[in-house]
């Protein structure tokens, strides 16, 4: 069987240096598929990156079988059957998000035209933010792939959603289930509490709490970014590299009967999301490396209103980067 190929942006950075040996030690893909790392990173973080590959090289991992570097996103994504887009400009002081999405727009433009150059069977996940609309573009910029293989992640806020259920119920993070984020990975997103459950159960009646899901659960998963930054002084990497490969994994093998996981995917229309957004819905594997929107998922008034807040939010992002989104 010939090695997998898998590339990986931004591949210098912190999110890359967490995610890049836990890929090459095998724990996505198996240990009996050996890998071949195809790297991408800008011009002046290339000496950067001869040491992470000199460290991959040391760890001595026996499903990696290469790893290749460039600065040219062609050559790193030529051959590719799955390209993880870590590598994204992060907001400055005083930056504004159309700022950001616009300056990030140029990245996944250029990134998007290459994909569009590599593998027909490639599988792309967007992680460097801000990932719904980066993804948007770079999924136009890349139309002879099937829409269906691009997402964008939002398997970070899922495990920081079910982190917090399982702390404020006293139970394990494997008693929790079937919490969905809908919308946008931002502040805007709705972590659904109403259709997760804790030990099977619904989670409302677990938490018995509904005032506090409302507003400390739903406050503190939104800006659980902004909140690392500011104790830590950079972004989540760890926890960030950790949900792009369980993004992985839950495509990988079956969805266990009855769950479900959150994954922001193109809208067919679903749950009223204007088609052809980039939004958060429940996932299930729907085959082997695919997905499926989950149907019939019962959203009361007011998750209605929170996930129509945050679809607002992303038709105003597409609006802001209509430009470079080619029909």
Known sequence: MQPIRVAVTGAAGQLGYSLLFRLASGEVFGSNRSMILQLLEIPPAMKVLEGVVMELEDCAFPTLAGVETSDDPEKAFAGAEWALLVGAKPRGPGM????????????????????QRASKDIRILVVGNPCNTNCLIAMHNAPDIPKERFAAMTRLDQNRAVAQLAKKAGVSVSAVTNMTIWGNHSATQFPDF??????????????GDRKWLETEFTTTVQKRGATVIAARGASSAASAANAALDHLKSLLHPTPPGQWFSGAVVSDGSYGVTKGLVSSFPLVRKGVNDWGIVQGVKLSEYGKRMLGTSVKELEGERDMVKDMLPS
């Open 96 to 115: 504004e998000r159309s700022d950001l999405l616009k300056d990030n727009g140029k990245i996944f433009i250029a990134q998007g035209k290459a994909l």
């Open 194 to 207: 109403e259709n997760a459950k804790i030990n099977g159960q619904p989670a409302e009646t677990a938490i």
